[in-house]
């Protein structure tokens, strides 16, 4: 790794240079290095970190700059770009600096730059918006002008159905696709320079595609690109629900009284199920774009209990003919689906798929539903209603007392050296002659004793913030008073 430091820096640094055979044997060590690299899954070439990489390839494009020739495959560009680009996502400055460094010298060289093809703004078509629009681009964002682009294919993403093929992109003309700049000082437009390719006028069904799209680049020697792009594109459509008929019947009856109902209404009235009957639904899902019935991936019907809010999904699955047939027998399902929870339930249909452009969530109304058992409670039921057993604590008994004798003998040890002291000063010879009843000299020895007397507090009662401020209190007024008394003491001495 070092080494590879050292070589990024003696390449930039010779790329300083004019031109100048003495630099050969620097620039054969270019293909040595990138034959060193790390490849992975035969589409990214790396070395040992972002930084590594950005400032060997940093270093290799300027010094094919001043050598005015390739010093590395082209192939082998792409795939470093790869990897940056598969990096694109940093937080620190210093792995978004060194992005910066090799995005900037992958774009602004002038032998080797990568183009690149995006989708502008939504790759979702649908009727409102009916066109796949790309920009051809350096690693910057900034436009490659001259450009022209071709639709390859269109096919379906597991590639059974072709749409088109060799369909050329136009220039847009819209004037509303532009690229926005803002901040808090200001806002500014630039303009996109996107392509743009009529897709719904090939009439698609909803689904998954794949467009591969290939660029000509004119007058552009330097740009390097792939044989083709691949972009994932999906083509929505809004689907309705048509032909719903709601009824209910014997379990043994083919049909009953339907009530037909028609998106988003509701049932004029609430419907009644018991345990010899059954729920039944009939309904066809239609795309409106194609006018044909479909099918999604996801079709429910929810059941939510009013009192309860407990919530029951039911799978509704289409036939052969993509119709739609739900059955709901009441006493099949007491037990395992509603646990006898007899009451007032509120129906919904609900539909969703990956190619929809709107999902559907329709409460169609009431439906009563009578069980013949009676609901077992439910062991969270169990938890909230049941006492609980007590839980009684055992405390640790505590350790037995030292004999009284003991005790004594402590506290005489503990205040020994205080008798020790008083001892001491009067053999030396202490008295209070020299004591002066000022106010300072009072207020130093009261503070004194109330420090004192705030320690024991602290031991019983107080906690350390408590202490902390009233020492700061009581600290500082007796700090004052003995400064004030040492000095008196001193002039006293002088003047004496």
Known sequence: MIILQVLQLLFYTVSLFPKNDVFKPVISMVEDIVAQADEVGGNILQFEGLGVTSGVVHGILKLSDQQNAKLIKDDQVIKFTEYFLSRKFVFTLKDIYYLTKALSALSNNKNQVPAVVSVFKSNFITKENPSLKVRVTNLLDRSIPNAAVTAKSFTTADDSVTLFDNKQFSKSTDKDDTIVLSNEVAKGYIEAHAYVLDVMGAKPKRGMFMCNVGIKISNGKQYIKPSNYGIGLKVLARVMVEDVQVY???????????????????????????????????????????????????????????????????????????????????????????????????????????????????????VTLKFSGKPASTKRQERLIEPQPNIEHMFRIPEKRPPKIVSTIFTVLVLSPLLIMVILWGKIGANLSNLNFSISTIVFHVGLGCIFGLYYMFWVQLNMFQTIKLLAIIGGVTFLGGNKMLADMAAAKYNS
């Open 248 to 366: 209910v019947a014997e379990k043994d009856q083919m049909s009953g009284n339907p009530t037909k109902l028609t998106y988003p209404n509701k049932l004029p009235q609430s419907l009644e199920a018991d345990s010899h009957q059954k729920l039944v639904m009939d309904f066809n899902l239609k795309d409106l774009n194609s006018g044909e019935a479909v099918t999604a991936h996801q079709t429910f019907i929810r059941l939510t209990h009013i009192e309860t809010q407990q919530e029951i999904f039911f799978v509704a699955e289409p036939n052969s003919n993509d119709h739609y047939t739900f059955t709901l027998d009441i006493s099949a399902t007491a037990k395992d689906s509603f646990n006898h929870q007899s009451g007032k339930y509120k129906m919904a249909l609900v539909v969703g798929d990956a190619t929809m452009q709107v999902p559907i969530s329709w409460t169609m109304g009431e």
